[in-house]
């Protein structure tokens, strides 16, 4: 289920998608984004993680082009702290494809409480959430 989409005149875009077969969100970001597009496309998986709680979030950055944006100080100070406290405990955060890396990490004390993890590739960061939701079913049940 599409939660939202934001779209800049460049063509550039942000999807937040619900999908409920696997029980996780999915940020899908394809283009040049700027800090201004970035911020308002964290900000509203802010204001949808509130209508729709969930512990696993795919961040999918393949599509992205250009420099990170250059706002990681706020993601990791601002929002990863409030997107915790909206229950989200798994990030896998597939990196850009043509770089192959981000410079996302936490500040001490989050480590503990959410989990992150990248990846190259969406198979991989697909399985990687299916292992923490089984690993978090088989301790519910213990």
């Known amino acids: 289920m599409q939660l939202f989409t934001l779209r800049d005149v460049d ?8 999908e409920s077969e696997n029980q996780w969100l999915r940020a899908t970001w394809q283009g040049y984004i700027d800090t201004a ?10 204001v949808q993680a509130a209508a729709y709680p969930c512990p696993y979030l795919l961040n999918d950055n393949l599509a992205l082009k250009g420099p ?3 706002s990681v100080q706020w993601l990791q100070h601002v929002w990863l702290p409030q997107a915790r406290h909206l229950g989200l405990r798994y990030l ?5 494809a043509d770089t192959h890396h981000d410079i996302l990490t936490f500040p001490a004390g989050l480590a503990a409480e ?3 993890q990248c990846f190259e590739s969406l198979p991989e960061a ?16 213990q």
Do not use: K, M, N, P
């Open 11 to 18: 063509g550039s875009s942000c999807t937040l998608t619900y």
């Open 37 to 46: 597009e970035a911020l308002r496309g964290a900000q509203q998986y802010l």
């Open 68 to 70: 990170w944006f250059d």
């Open 92 to 96: 896998a955060h597939v990196v850009q």
């Open 114 to 116: 959410l989990e992150l």
């Open 126 to 141: 697909e399985e990687w959430l299916r292992s923490c939701q089984a690993t978090t079913a088989a301790l519910r049940c």
